[in-house]
C-alpha cells in the first residue's frame, strides 16, 4: 500500500521506518521537496522511501498519517489539499501542546 506521512521529525520518522520495514511503499512530505531530514530518511530507507512536498505526499498516498506538532496540523492539511486528502484515511498523530 501507498502511505503518507506529514512530518520530518521523531513521530514521521518511526512510523515511515516502520511502515517500509513491513513492505508498503511511504513518501515523507514536508513544507519544502526536498527537507534535509526527509532526504536522509530516504536514503537510509531504500527505493520503497520517497520524499515531497505535503501536497505531493497526499497526492500519491492511499493513507496519511500526520505527525506535526497540533498546532501546525492544520496548515499542514490545508497545504496537503483537500483535493488531495480526500476519501482517504488520515490517521492523526499530533497532540495539541
Ligand atoms: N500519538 C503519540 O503517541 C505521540 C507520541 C509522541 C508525539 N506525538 C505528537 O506527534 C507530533 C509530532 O512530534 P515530533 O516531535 O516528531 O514533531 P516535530 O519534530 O516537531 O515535527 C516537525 C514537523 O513539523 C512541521 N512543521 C513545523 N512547522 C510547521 C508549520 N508552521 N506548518 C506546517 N508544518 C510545520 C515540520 O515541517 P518542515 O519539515 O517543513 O519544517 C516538520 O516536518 C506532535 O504533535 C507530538 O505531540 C504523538
Redesign the pocket.
Known amino acids: 500500500m501507498k502511505y503518507g506521512v506529514l512530518?520530518?521529525?521523531?513521530?514521521?520518522r518511526t512510523i515511515a521506518s516502520k511502515l517500509i520495514e513491513l513492505g508498503h511503499e511511504v513518501m515523507m512530505g514536508?513544507?519544502?521537496e526536498s527537507?534535509p531530514?526527509?532526504v536522509l530518511w530516504a536514503e537510509q530507507n531504500g527505493e520503497q522511501a520517497l520524499y515531497g512536498t505535503f501536497a505531493d505526499t497526499a497526492k500519491f498516498s492511499e493513507r496519511i498519517f500526520c505527525?506535526?506538532?497540533?498546532i501546525?496540523?492544520l496548515?499542514?492539511l490545508r497545504?496537503a489539499g483537500e483535493e488531495n486528502l480526500a476519501g482517504k484515511i488520515l490517521i492523526d498523530?499530533?497532540?495539541l501542546?
Open positions: 512530518g520530518t521529525g521523531d513521530v514521521a514536508s513544507r519544502s527537507n531530514s526527509a505527525c506535526v506538532h497540533g501546525h496540523a496548515e499542514a497545504m498523530q499530533s497532540i501542546i
